[in-house]
């Protein structure tokens, strides 16, 4: 057998996928960002090593109002090309069904949201999400809009670049230094596929689909649309920092964009909120602009114009309008304002908080006016205003943390974000007499009050435990403003005495200790919530009597499992259907479906669901048919197939045939050898306890296991003593195996839980015990016996199939190392069973992962009790 030579473009893309594969990594994800952010910050502080935060504010005072005006006006042009790109992509993916002027205020509310806190994808992208579904829109549809919102991006960007390389005006060529000749080609190349892309589109009927989802792609007029709408949005973008950058920088336009679109791209890198301080530092080494104080002046102007003001702005428009809806009687345009309103609020006052934190945060990093220092010394002792200095840095760093709750909609983070708030106003006043900074506290303040009624969860984890991209985001920018400290007293030279330094000029010394009690509080919390995850123990929890007389009448014997004491339930208040449950700290997780009458039990789908979102958490159906598909997908769950259950019919049955052929022998063997079968009724059950302890005990420390929980029972007196139990004792009576009996109402289904035996019993004793419970079950009538389920089984591992079928397939077939998927469903399938479809019903999108992980918590009680 022969192979081909390996050729570059297979090399190449090998590399590619090894790459692509390492930044999916979570350590990964973790380390790049805060390593670009740690080198921007030492490129910053080498470029503006010989800059005095006294010049900057100098520069601020002295720059003209026009160009400020030039700025705002740039803002302004750009944001209104940004909404643009939404309308126009509403108009092809979902033409009618959201109104322009909402899809154009989802665009501009969007941008200004990610521009200020950064990770798009969970504050802009989400937002619009949020906007366009609340409005009807199906999740591909919206997919549509947003992608082809991003297919514009670069589109504009592909024709700016594609001109400036064919043109190669002055300038550009020192930032890619390559030959006039290459420039032109690389420009050509660049402006002929864009131009092939819009004759493709202009042929019409062009169409994308992805993952199951699909959506048309924009017409030729319409993509030239979207293509000028983000040419106006990346000049209008760039000529909001370039006319405020001073007139002798000596670079020209062209290059200035150049530098300016490389800045972003690393900004977005470096996963930092708006890519603050990566943003700065890549602008002022591409510029050339080291140690000049009107530069860094120009940036932090442009910062306040194009990155706070227009999400001060989105952020009140959105709470005035979220305050009428709320007020007001709500009809015709109010409706769609209030629907595409609702569901982003939650998004913003988190965004508000946030950007609080940040406000007390850099104003307890910079020195303070020593007027205000010296009107607060006729009035104030000087301790004071020292711990009002802590209490600020500490109440920033707070909001920070608890603007994730507030993301969340949890009612607790309301409260303790409006309470740090009004601290954070009176530290303002008391550390400096900072009116400006008390006013802005005022006014976020107000806006969380009119955001009052979003925040609705009224328990749930802790606000102030974070996952790792929000505590990426939060330690990229505290190590940025801890370098804003670090260049405001520049000029300080260090010395251990400044820790003990209490003057009231001491404001170097100030900064430190509040550095230091913040870097602290975030240690604290940073260990807390990556460390701090409790695994639920089981407790067990007496079963009410409705629910054991519902479980005992249901004809499905895996309603049985629900008896194991590890379960919370919710009761129909007439008592004619139950949910079982488990509440893992992050996630409501049924066991099954409902038990009971149906449109009882669809009530307390909805009751849960309704409980976990109160709750701020995820909700699950683990383990369900599709008697209850049409609900689960009223809830807006996603139905994913985990595996099938393999059910024996039971009339006529026999252990003759070829497939059966080692349970018959077994059970033949048993006899031979004096083995006996017995049923001992529940009720005779307590004198044979210890001794099937014993067996179950010996059977465990040979598997080097522990007892599973949720889906499975473990050995309890209690639970088992609900069950007759099928046992097989050898001549001298001594009991070898056992099992306990499911019996389903109206004997529909026999089934089993537990089934041990001693370890050191013969090897046919096992089939002989599942062979005789099997006839047993057959003379007494009962209609189907119960193999349980096989995980994985039967998913479709296909090129066209979902891509959680498509990781569940791949599992199924290549993880016989870690569990006997395919044995298990060998030995399953020898008894000729019919099989049905096993499902998981559970938000979409990442959660569906999540939600398993919690799932083997509750089995196995993590990883560590799985791979046991």
Not at 220 to 238: I, N, R
Not at 507 to 526: H, K, N, W
Not at 682 to 702: C, G, H, N, T
Not at 801 to 817: K, M, P, T
Request: charged share 15%; with cysteine; aromatic share 12%.
């Amino acid at each position: 057998m022969t192979t081909q030579p390996t050729t570059k473009e297979t090399r190449v893309e090998n590399l590619a996928e090894r790459v692509t594969r390492l930044l999916e990594k979570p350590l990964v994800k973790i380390v790049v960002p805060l390593l670009i952010t740690g080198i921007a910050l030492a490129v910053l502080h080498d470029l503006s090593a010989h800059v005095k935060w006294s010049d900057i504010q100098g520069d601020i005072a002295a720059k003209p109002w026009k160009f400020m005006f030039f700025a705002l006006c740039w803002t302004a042009f750009s944001f209104l090309s940004l909404s643009f790109y939404d309308v126009l992509a509403v108009q092809s993916v979902a033409g009618g069904k959201v109104p322009l002027p909402v899809a154009g205020m989802a665009g501009a509310s969007g941008y200004a949201v990610s521009n200020c806190l950064g990770f798009s994808y969970i504050t802009g992208t989400a937002i619009r999400y949020r906007i366009y579904a609340s409005l009807g829109l199906d999740l591909g549809r919206v997919a549509g809009v947003i992608a082809t919102s991003w297919v514009a991006f670069w589109m504009g960007l592909i024709l700016l670049l594609g001109l400036l390389l064919t043109i190669h005006p002055d300038g550009i060529s020192k930032v890619l230094p390559i030959s006039e000749t290459m420039e032109t080609v690389i420009g050509l190349c660049l402006l002929a596929g864009l131009t092939a892309l819009f004759v493709w589109l202009s042929s019409g009927g062009r169409r994308l689909a992805f993952g199951g989802f699909g959506f048309n792609l924009p017409g030729g007029k319409l993509a030239s649309l979207l293509t000028v709408a983000a040419v106006g949005d990346l000049f209008g973008a760039s000529m909001a920092l370039y006319v405020l950058m001073p007139d002798d920088l000596g670079v020209g336009y062209p290059y200035f964009f150049a530098v300016y679109i490389g800045a972003i791209a690393v900004g977005i890198l470096s996963h930092a909120p708006g890519g603050i301080g990566v943003f700065e530092a890549t602008l002022i080494a591409g510029l050339g602009a080291s140690g000049r104080s009107d530069v860094i002046a120009a940036l932090l102007l442009y910062r306040l114009v194009y990155t706070f003001l227009p999400f001060a702005i989105a952020s009140l428009s959105i709470a005035v309008a979220s305050a009428l809806t709320q007020r007001q009687r709500i009809g015709g345009a109010m409706t769609w304002v209030y629907r595409a309103i609702r569901p982003i609020v939650p998004m913003v006052a988190a965004g508000v908080a946030a950007v609080a934190g940040v406000i007390l945060l850099v104003s307890g990093a910079l020195p303070s006016s020593s007027q205000s220092l010296g009107m607060l010394r006729e009035v104030l002792p000087l301790s004071f205003v020292e711990a009002s200095h802590l209490a600020g840095s500490a109440v920033g760093l707070l909001l920070l943390l608890v603007s994730r709750g507030l993301f969340r909609k949890l009612y607790r983070a309301w409260v303790v974000a409006m309470l740090l708030m009004a601290a954070g106003f009176f530290a303002s006043l008391a550390k400096g007499l900072d009116t400006h900074e008390a006013l802005s506290l005022l006014f976020t303040i107000g806006l969380l009050a009119m955001f009052r009624g979003a925040f609705y969860r009224v328990s749930g984890a802790s606000i102030f435990r974070l996952n790792i991209p929000w505590l990426v985001s939060v330690v990229a920018l505290l190590a940025v403003i801890f370098w804003i400290g670090l260049f405001a007293y520049s000029h300080v030279e260090y010395e251990n005495a400044l820790w003990w330094d209490f003057a009231w000029n001491g404001d170097a010394s100030r900064f430190l200790r509040s550095s230091l009690v913040v870097a602290v509080i975030l240690g604290i919390v940073a260990v807390n919530s990556l460390f701090g995850r409790e695994i639920p123990v089981p407790v067990r929890t007496e079963i009410p009597e409705a629910v054991e007389r519902l479980v005992m009448d249901s004809e499905d014997t895996e309603s049985q499992i629900s008896l194991t004491g590890d379960k919370q339930f919710l009761i129909s208040p007439d008592e004619t259907a139950f949910l079982a449950f488990a509440d893992t700290g992050n996630a409501l997780i049924t066991k099954g479906e409902p038990v009971g009458d149906e449109k009882a039990g669809q009530q307390l789908i909805w009751q849960l669901r309704e409980m976990a979102d109160r709750e701020g958490k995820l909700c699950a159906f683990y383990s369900v048919s599709t008697k209850y598909l049409p609900t689960f997908l009223d809830l807006g769950l996603s139905i994913l197939k985990i595996g099938e259950v393999a059910r024996v019919p039971l009339q006529d049955f026999s252990l003759d045939g070829k497939s059966r052929k080692r349970f018959r022998q077994a059970k033949n063997r048993a006899e031979r050898e004096g083995y006996t079968f017995e049923i001992i009724p529940k009720e005779q059950l307590a004198p044979v306890l210890p001794e099937i302890r014993k067996i179950s005990d010996d059977w465990l420390a040979q598997k080097a296991g522990e007892e599973k929980g949720f889906a499975l029972g473990g050995f309890d007196d209690d639970y088992l003593s609900y069950f007759d139990h099928a046992v097989l004792r050898d001549e001298t009576g001594k009991i070898m195996a056992f099992a306990n009996l499911f019996q389903g109402g109206n004997k529909s289904e026999l089934s089993l839980d537990l089934m041990r035996y001693e370890p050191d019993s013969p090897s046919f004793v096992m089939d002989a015990l599942f062979a005789e419970m099997m006839v047993w079950g057959s003379e007494q009538g009962f209609h189907w016996f119960s193999l349980g389920a096989a995980p994985f089984s039967g998913i479709e591992n296909r090129q066209l199939a979902s891509l959680w079928n498509r990781i569940g397939g791949f599992v199924y077939e290549h993880g016989e190392q870690f569990y006997h998927f395919e044995g298990l469903r060998v030995f399953k399938q020898k008894f000729d069973p019919e099989w049905s479809p096993n499902y998981l019903a559970s938000p979409g999108g990442l959660a569906a992962p999540r939600i398993l992980y919690e799932v083997n918590i509750l089995i196995s009680g993590g990883l560590r009790g799985l791979t046991k």
